[in-house]
Nanobody, 123 residues
């Protein structure tokens, strides 16, 4: 079992920035896992946002965030982050840190989910 803890969410004005972080809550070492972020706007389903391979050498983004969001990881510090710039109201959602065997956009292939953190963007 992998327990994931997200931090860094909150309320920001449109055009602003936030940085989400994710780390395991226990002794798990994340270096062997692909990781990523999904989000769920209120009243809608969960959607893929970004993913990163175990080494960090491969990243993938949904088209809606390309050029604005950057996913990164520091395996030495056992952490993963999502830098979100030029935020827009449509980015408002609960954001989930995820762990999987490979980078995937399919929520059914995710092995572990964090409990989620709210990101709200005011217009």
């Amino acid at each position: 079992q992998v327990h994931l803890v997200e931090s860094g969410g909150g309320l920001v004005q449109a055009g602003g920035s936030l940085r989400l972080s994710c780390a395991p809550g226990g002794p798990t070492v994340i270096g062997g896992y692909a990781m990523g972020w999904f989000r769920q706007p209120l009243g809608k389903g969960r959607e893929f946002v970004a993913g990163i391979s175990p080494s960090g050498g491969f990243v993938k983004y949904t088209d809606a965030v390309k050029g604005r969001f950057t996913i990164s990881r520091d395996n030495d510090k056992n952490t993963m982050a999502l830098q979100m710039n030029r935020l827009q109201p449509e980015d408002t959602a609960v954001y989930y840190c995820v762990v999987s065997r490979i980078v995937t956009t399919n929520g059914d292939e995710i092995d572990y989910w964090g409990q989620g953190i709210q990101v709200s963007v005011a217009s």
